[in-house]
């Protein structure tokens, strides 16, 4: 099974920087994702990583550790629109679906 | 038209009615899946089906069941809706190397009264 940890809410201030934790314990591994979903529409995807490291996209970076179960996500000069939930998923060894953690919601103040 | 539609956006119901709800892709992706959302709770899995003939019940399979009518089509029924159903639903499509993640459908709210 998959144990996935995020926190529940996070408060940051326009143009600053927030950095978004996810812990995960799992049986078996083979990539996590990262996905931003505003309130009451769909998620949609922003990072995948695979390998241990910083992966970098636009204003919006995540890395991962396999070692340590640790992911985060980095998001830079915040803007208010960044007002969203931010869902990460581990994608177990083939033949699996993705299991999702609960979820942080940001919020951008001005 | 979006990659993958859901039919309903909106539904209430009465429990112990029967209802489903559909779920079609363009994507041509072989493997869909059916999520529900609740307040505090994330997105958990319902069914999975990674080919047509591929059906796998998820971790909170109880009280649903689904059809694979076609690789475009993943449906998801309730067979006697009950008010602990309330919530957003979710399908998503992914290729089979499930590395660029999941496409979502739109979602449909359903509230069991």
């Known amino acids: 099974g998959q144990n996935i940890d995020q926190p529940t809410e996070m408060t940051a201030t326009e143009g600053a920087i927030v950095q978004i934790n996810c812990t995960y314990q799992?049986?078996?591994?083979?990539?996590l994702f990262w996905y931003q979903q505003h309130a009451g529409e769909a998620p949609t995807f922003l990072s995948y990583n695979v390998l241990d490291g910083l992966e970098e996209k636009g204003r919006f970076s995540s890395f991962l550790s396999r070692s340590k179960g640790y992911s985060y996500l980095l998001l830079k000069e915040l803007q208010m629109k960044d007002s969203a939930s931010y869902l990460c998923a581990v994608k177990p060894n083939s033949g699996y679906a993705l299991n999702f953690g609960k979820g942080t919601s940001l919020l951008v103040t001005p | 038209d979006a990659d993958v539609t859901q039919t309903p956006r909106n539904r209430i119901t009465k429990t112990g009615k029967r209802i489903m709800l559909e779920c079609s892709q363009t994507k041509g992706h072989d493997r869909m899946y059916w999520y529900r959302q609740d307040p505090g709770l994330g997105l958990r899995l319902i069914y999975y089906?990674?080919?047509?003939?591929?059906?796998n019940k998820g971790e909170i399979s109880d009280g649903y069941s689904v059809s694979r009518q076609a690789q475009a089509k993943f449906s998801l029924s309730l067979e006697s809706a009950i008010p602990n159903q309330t919530a957003l639903y979710f399908c998503?499509?992914?290729?089979?190397?499930?590395?660029?993640?999941?496409?979502f459908g739109s979602g449909t709210r359903l509230t069991v009264v």
């Open positions: 799992t049986s078996g591994f083979n990539g």
């Open positions: 089906s990674f080919d047509v003939k591929d059906i």
């Open positions: 998503a499509t992914s290729d089979s190397t499930g590395v660029a993640g999941y496409t």
